[in-house]
Nanobody
Framework: QVQLVESGGGLVQPGGSLRLSCAAS????????MGWYRQAPGKQRELVAT???????NYADSVKGRFTISRDGLKNKVALQMNSLKPEDTAVYYC??????WGQGTQVTVSS
């Protein structure tokens, strides 16, 4: 059983920054594609950013230039640096591993 442990959510004012982290508990996986998704109340879950096993990244248009996904070396551990946060970034953020495994989600609230 793979567990993804997320951390770093919270309440921040518009224009502020947060850093989310996610680590996979099962170390036997080789380096794998990972990503961050989010779901706002009343909306479908959407892609935020992904990183391939080779390090290629992909971002939703709404976060390009503000969010950065990165991997911790050759591990299944990723971070999402979120800058210039907007109220519309408010959502539960989920980490994903190998297109199959999901974390429990961490709340990000952007509000003054």
């Amino acid at each position: 059983q793979v567990q993804l442990v997320e951390s770093g959510g919270g309440l921040v004012q518009p224009g502020g920054s947060l850093r989310l982290s996610c680590a996979a508990s099962r170390s036997s996986f080789s380096i794998s594609p990972m990503g961050w998704y989010r779901q706002a109340p009343g909306k479908q879950r959407e892609l935020v950013a992904t990183i391939s096993s080779g390090g290629s990244t992909n971002y939703a248009d709404s976060v390009k230039g503000r969010f950065t996904i990165s991997r911790d070396g050759l591990k299944n551990k990723v971070a999402l640096q979120m800058n210039s946060l907007k109220p519309e970034d408010t959502a539960v953020y989920y980490c994903q591993l190998r297109y199959s495994y999901w974390g429990q989600g961490t709340q990000v609230t952007v509000s003054s």
